[in-house]
């Protein structure tokens, strides 16, 4: 309710209370009877009592307005025992005016005036119905006791149900205050104060019963109990008010600093009797505004609503100087008395001391929130780290929620550190941050990416209805990381392999990282994009850790050792090459295949020596062969990360040149991966050994991502197709399209075709009759060590030394296609 509506309904209201007290005293006027003379002095006496009874000693502060407690009723009740009906009312009329004929305010001179008079002909009509009735003459005769206090009781309670009516009504509308409120204000003081009236008023009437003029003492009588009424008042308001101090400064020991505010705004206004409290704090531009029991504002201090009214402020102090205001808003002017004054300082320091608690607790809630935050994510990209992603899988571990499977997609950014080195790590970042962000638009509610360090990523897959979603979901957000990222103007392409693993029924989350990392080991080996972790494969085992502390002990004392399998020609059945298989014949748990434990040794810094000691047999093993008449080339599987090794080329080199084999002689065999074929560091160590003459041949062609755009990077000399389509060869049109597509694009390019995995006749005619010229497999012979493979190679097949098979046609059969001149030209030992 706005003030201007406040004054119009308290104006009418006055207005109404004015005309009843006008009609009231104008009847009164018409109907008093004459005066005697010697009656004059009585009437006088009697208004000016009740105008000293009516005198504003006891006020109190409501708000913008003071609620007055005179000592009225007993000298009204004196009138209305004494005199007839209507000089009561005009004597009460009279000295009600003659007592605030001085305030400045007609508007309450009116009310006070006119309630007074109502109250009063309430009180004299009830008198007079119980049986009070003073004679016309004004002569004072006694009546009986009972009769006396009977009506003065009555009469009592008619005035003071008609005084707190009013009263109470016009304290509502003018402050506001609830009416019940206003009305319970002091009632207890009030009900004494007019119960000593009644008694007061009955020794009186008795008095005057026996002399009139005994009435005049009744004024320092009535001064006396104002005097008392009023101490008793005030220090009951004391006590009251620092009551509620202590009661309020005890509900502002939160440590929420909203909650500070809160209480101080709407508490405030009650506890000061004012309008509203508003608390503004300086640094945040914030200001909370409220009135009693009811929050008003809480926003900017730009945009709280204005105000009008006479303020009040008291300073809230702080360890590093002002801390904020407060003030207090009054409808009109309002001055503190010294008490208030104190307690307004006093709430003010408390409030002060909550809002630096509040603020502390804020501070140091903040500084714990980003330290678990910390704790918990990835600083860069602000994605989860390793810790809350093992957390988060133990909870659902836990609770093995039915909705659906979840599984661990473990991601690695293939070769990011060549973007560290090229680009810088600004570049690296901004890169780290794009993956980060596109992993995360890429889940769905529920998942959690995290990044592990460096280059990988971790995404936990929850709610899968199948295995398969997962992978499905898994090659969606590789695919999703390979369109170009743009850095500095520059447009980056970065590739990652990623491994799937379903949570496996025990071991928990640890298993499952585990699993994942493997399956993403084995993307990476085959330059897949994904994998998913399958139990057959799953060759980093718990003593996968043990071989790793043993990696340099087998390289010092040789427990490397290399088998071969030889390469043969298809039509003619004679062995053109061999390919080397490494083992590592470990003392305790005999011969261990490439499978059980290549991974460990790349992870490892043996790599380089146990490449070293691969080519040092065989080389070794050539120069052997060659020594026996067998000129035969060997071929040397090569891991992906070996290519990163800048001095690789150089080892390699000279290993050969130790061992005087020429460098046509050493086939190096590459993981078809499109990523290797686009750094640049493997560029360069490809070129500087095709240069040198070493050939190279692309393992597994047509098994990868991107065949044809790894074919044309790297300055292959071979393609070796994989055993899935060479088993598949007689059954399945679709492998036997892959391999004549492959020869015809081998011969385009004049390079030679080497089958693997050859285990039957019929496998072989079928190869030969699709234009491959070589192949190795269990048909001709399994992997074995040099030595026995020398002896094979003397006892030949038919007779003839170097043979393994009979040839497929006799000779002259067969028209050879003329060889066609080219840079890339096939291997002298094999046919074009």
Same mark, same amino acid.
């Given at each position: 309710?706005?003030?201007?509506?406040?004054?119009?309904?308290?104006?009418?209201?006055?207005?109404?209370?004015?005309?009843?007290?006008?009609?009231?005293?104008?009847?009164?006027?018409?109907?008093?009877?004459?005066?005697?003379?010697?009656?004059?002095?009585?009437?006088?006496?009697?208004?000016?009592?009740?105008?000293?009874?009516?005198?504003?000693?006891?006020?109190?502060?409501?708000?913008?307005?003071?609620?007055?407690?005179?000592?009225?009723?007993?000298?009204?009740?004196?009138?209305?025992?004494?005199?007839?009906?209507?000089?009561?009312?005009?004597?009460?009329?009279?000295?009600?005016?003659?007592?605030?004929?001085?305030?400045?305010?007609?508007?309450?001179?009116?009310?006070?005036?006119?309630?007074?008079? /109502?109250?009063?002909?309430? #009180?004299?009509?009830? +008198?007079?119905?119980?049986? $009070? %009735?003073?004679? =016309? &003459?004004? *002569?004072?005769?006694?009546?009986?006791?009972?009769?006396?206090?009977?009506?003065?009781?009555?009469?009592?309670?008619?005035?003071?149900?008609?005084?707190?009516?009013?009263?109470?009504?016009?304290?509502?509308?003018?402050?506001?205050?609830?009416?019940?409120?206003?009305?319970?204000?002091?009632?207890?003081?009030?009900?004494?104060?007019?119960?000593?009236?009644?008694?007061?008023?009955?020794?009186?009437?008795?008095?005057?019963?026996?002399?009139?003029?005994?009435?005049?003492?009744? /004024?320092?009588?009535?001064? #006396?109990?104002?005097? +008392?009424?009023?101490?008793? $008042? %005030?220090?009951? =308001? &004391?006590? *009251?008010?620092?009551?509620?101090?202590?009661?309020?400064?005890?509900?502002?020991?939160?440590?929420?600093?909203?909650?500070?505010?809160?209480?101080?705004?709407?508490?405030?206004?009650?506890?000061?009797?004012?309008?509203?409290?508003?608390?503004?704090?300086?640094?945040?531009?914030?200001?909370?505004?409220?009135?009693?029991?009811?929050?008003?504002?809480?926003?900017?201090?730009?945009?709280?609503?204005?105000?009008?009214?006479?303020?009040?402020?008291?300073?809230?102090?702080?360890?590093?100087?002002?801390?904020?205001?407060?003030?207090?808003?009054?409808?009109?002017?309002?001055?503190?008395?010294?008490?208030?004054?104190?307690?307004?300082?006093?709430?003010?320091?408390?409030?002060?001391?909550?809002?630096?608690?509040?603020?502390?607790?804020?501070?140091?809630?903040?500084?714990?929130?980003?330290?678990?935050?910390?704790?918990?994510?990835?600083?860069?990209?602000?994605?989860?780290?390793?810790?809350?992603?093992?957390?988060?899988?133990?909870?659902?571990?836990?609770?093995?929620?039915?909705?659906?499977?979840?599984?661990?997609?473990?991601?690695?950014?293939?070769?990011?550190?060549?973007?560290?080195?090229?680009?810088?790590?600004?570049?690296?970042?901004?890169?780290?941050?794009?993956?980060?962000?596109?992993?995360?638009?890429?889940?769905?509610?529920?998942?959690?990416?995290?990044?592990?360090?460096?280059?990988?990523?971790?995404?936990?897959?929850?709610?899968?209805?199948?295995?398969?979603?997962?992978?499905?979901?898994?090659?969606?957000?590789?695919?999703?990381?390979?369109?170009?990222?743009?850095?500095?103007?520059?447009?980056?392409?970065?590739?990652?392999?990623?491994?799937?693993?379903?949570?496996?029924?025990?071991?928990?989350?640890?298993?499952?990282?585990?699993?994942?990392?493997?399956?993403?080991?084995?993307?990476?080996?085959?330059?897949?994009?994904?994998?998913?972790?399958?139990?057959?494969?799953?060759?980093?085992?718990?003593?996968?850790?043990?071989?790793?502390?043993?990696?340099?002990?087998?390289?010092?004392?040789?427990?490397?050792?290399?088998?071969?399998?030889?390469?043969?020609?298809?039509?003619?059945?004679?062995?053109?090459?061999?390919?080397?298989?490494?083992?590592?014949?470990?003392?305790?748990?005999?011969?261990?295949?490439?499978?059980?434990?290549?991974?460990?040794?790349?992870?490892?810094?043996?790599?380089?020596?146990?490449?070293?000691?691969?080519?040092?047999?065989?080389?070794?093993?050539?120069?052997?062969?060659?020594?026996?008449?067998?000129?035969?080339?060997?071929?040397?599987?090569?891991?992906?990360?070996?290519?990163?090794?800048?001095?690789?080329?150089?080892?390699?080199?000279?290993?050969?040149?130790?061992?005087?084999?020429?460098?046509?002689?050493?086939?190096?065999?590459?993981?078809?991966?499109?990523?290797?074929?686009?750094?640049?560091?493997?560029?360069?160590?490809?070129?500087?050994?095709?240069?040198?003459?070493?050939?190279?041949?692309?393992?597994?062609?047509?098994?990868?991502?991107?065949?044809?755009?790894?074919?044309?990077?790297?300055?292959?000399?071979?393609?070796?197709?994989?055993?899935?389509?060479?088993?598949?060869?007689?059954?399945?049109?679709?492998?036997?399209?892959?391999?004549?597509?492959?020869?015809?694009?081998?011969?385009?390019?004049?390079?030679?075709?080497?089958?693997?995995?050859?285990?039957?006749?019929?496998?072989?005619?079928?190869?030969?009759?699709?234009?491959?010229?070589?192949?190795?497999?269990?048909?001709?012979?399994?992997?074995?060590?040099?030595?026995?493979?020398?002896?094979?190679?003397?006892?030949?097949?038919?007779?003839?030394?170097?043979?393994?098979?009979?040839?497929?046609?006799?000779?002259?059969?067969?028209?050879?296609?003329?060889?066609?001149?080219?840079?890339?030209?096939?291997?002298?030992?094999?046919?074009?």
């Amino acid at each position: 309710m706005n003030d201007a509506k406040t004054d119009k309904q308290l104006r009418l209201y006055v207005g109404l209370v004015a005309f009843a007290g006008s009609g009231c005293l104008l009847v009164s006027a018409r109907s008093a009877p004459a005066v005697p003379s010697g009656k004059l002095l009585f009437l006088a006496a009697l208004t000016v009592i009740i105008a000293a009874a009516s005198g504003p000693v006891i006020k109190l502060r409501v708000r913008s307005d003071n609620r007055v407690f005179p000592a009225t009723s007993g000298s009204i009740l004196l009138a209305v025992a004494t005199v007839p009906l209507p000089w009561a009312i005009i004597c009460t009329a009279l000295g009600a005016l003659a007592s605030k004929v001085f305030l400045r305010q007609p508007i309450k001179v009116t009310f006070n005036v006119a309630k007074d008079v /109502v109250a009063a002909t309430a #009180a004299a009509s009830v +008198a007079f119905v119980i049986g $009070i %009735r003073p004679a =016309a &003459d004004l *002569e004072i005769r006694a009546s009986g006791v009972p009769m006396l206090i009977l009506g003065l009781v009555g009469a009592a309670l008619a005035y003071a149900i008609v005084d707190d009516l009013l009263g109470s009504t016009v304290m509502h509308l003018a402050t506001r205050t609830p009416w019940r409120q206003a009305l319970r204000h002091n009632r207890d003081v009030v009900m004494r104060i007019r119960s000593v009236n009644v008694v007061l008023a009955l020794g009186t009437v008795l008095v005057v019963e026996q002399e009139e003029l005994l009435i005049l003492t009744m /004024v320092p009588t009535v001064l #006396a109990l104002q005097l +008392a009424a009023k101490n008793r $008042i %005030r220090q009951r =308001a &004391d006590q *009251e008010a620092w009551r509620r101090l202590a009661g309020t400064t005890d509900r502002l020991n939160v440590t929420d600093l909203a909650a500070v505010l809160h209480a101080a705004v709407t508490l405030a206004p009650e506890l000061f009797s004012a309008d509203e409290a508003e608390i503004e704090l300086r640094g945040e531009d914030r200001l909370v505004r409220g009135s009693a029991g009811h929050l008003r504002y809480e926003g900017t201090v730009t945009g709280a609503p204005a105000r009008d009214g006479s303020m009040i402020e008291a300073e809230l102090d702080g360890p590093d100087g002002p801390a904020g205001t407060l003030r207090l808003r009054f409808r009109k002017p309002v001055k503190l008395n010294e008490s208030e004054r104190y307690k307004l300082q006093t709430f003010a320091s408390s409030l002060s001391t909550a809002v630096g608690n509040a603020r502390a607790y804020a501070e140091l809630k903040r500084i714990n929130a980003e330290n678990a935050y910390a704790a918990t994510h990835d600083p860069l990209t602000g994605l989860a780290n390793r810790r809350e992603l093992l957390d988060q899988a133990n909870q659902i571990f836990a609770r093995r929620a039915p909705e659906g499977m979840f599984a661990m997609l473990l991601i690695d950014l293939n070769h990011f550190k060549e973007v560290n080195d090229t680009l810088g790590h600004t570049a690296g970042d901004e890169v780290l941050r794009e993956v980060a962000r596109r992993l995360e638009d890429a889940t769905r509610p529920g998942d959690l990416v995290a990044r592990l360090g460096g280059d990988e990523f971790a995404v936990l897959l929850t709610g899968l209805p199948a295995p398969a979603v997962a992978t499905h979901r898994a090659a969606d957000m590789l695919a999703i990381l390979e369109q170009p990222i743009e850095v500095d103007g520059m447009q980056l392409t970065v590739e990652a392999a990623g491994g799937i693993a379903l949570a496996p029924g025990s071991g928990g989350v640890s298993e499952l990282m585990r699993r994942a990392d493997v399956a993403m080991y084995q993307a990476k080996r085959s330059g897949q994009r994904t994998a998913t972790y399958a139990h057959a494969r799953d060759t980093a085992d718990v003593g996968r850790l043990v071989l790793g502390g043993e990696l340099t002990r087998a390289v010092t004392h040789r427990e490397f050792v290399v088998d071969y399998q030889p390469i043969v020609d298809l039509g003619s059945g004679e062995v053109v090459s061999a390919e080397t298989l490494a083992r590592w014949h470990h003392p305790e748990h005999g011969d261990l295949t490439p499978m059980q434990f290549l991974d460990t040794v790349e992870r490892s810094g043996q790599l380089p020596a146990f490449v070293d000691a691969v080519l040092e047999q065989a080389l070794t093993s050539v120069g052997a062969w060659r020594e026996a008449g067998f000129d035969l080339p060997v071929a040397v599987n090569v891991s992906p990360r070996s290519l990163l090794d800048p001095t690789f080329p150089a080892a390699v080199l000279a290993r050969l040149a130790a061992h005087a084999v020429p460098a046509d002689r050493l086939v190096l065999e590459l993981a078809e991966t499109l990523t290797l074929s686009q750094l640049e560091v493997v560029e360069r160590a490809l070129t500087e050994l095709r240069d040198a003459g070493v050939r190279l041949a692309l393992d597994d062609f047509g098994t990868g991502v991107s065949s044809l755009s790894v074919l044309s990077r790297i300055p292959v000399h071979q393609l070796k197709v994989d055993r899935e389509f060479v088993v598949a060869v007689e059954t399945s049109p679709e492998a036997a399209a892959v391999v004549r597509s492959t020869v015809d694009l081998a011969r385009s390019l004049h390079l030679t075709v080497v089958a693997e995995g050859v285990e039957s006749e019929p496998q072989r005619h079928a190869l030969w009759e699709l234009g491959c010229v070589a192949g190795q497999g269990h048909l001709f012979a399994r992997p074995m060590r040099a030595g026995r493979l020398l002896a094979t190679l003397q006892r030949g097949s038919d007779g003839k030394p170097g043979f393994l098979a009979s040839p497929l046609h006799k000779t002259g059969s067969v028209v050879r296609m003329p060889r066609r001149r080219n840079p890339r030209s096939p291997l002298p030992h094999l046919p074009a």
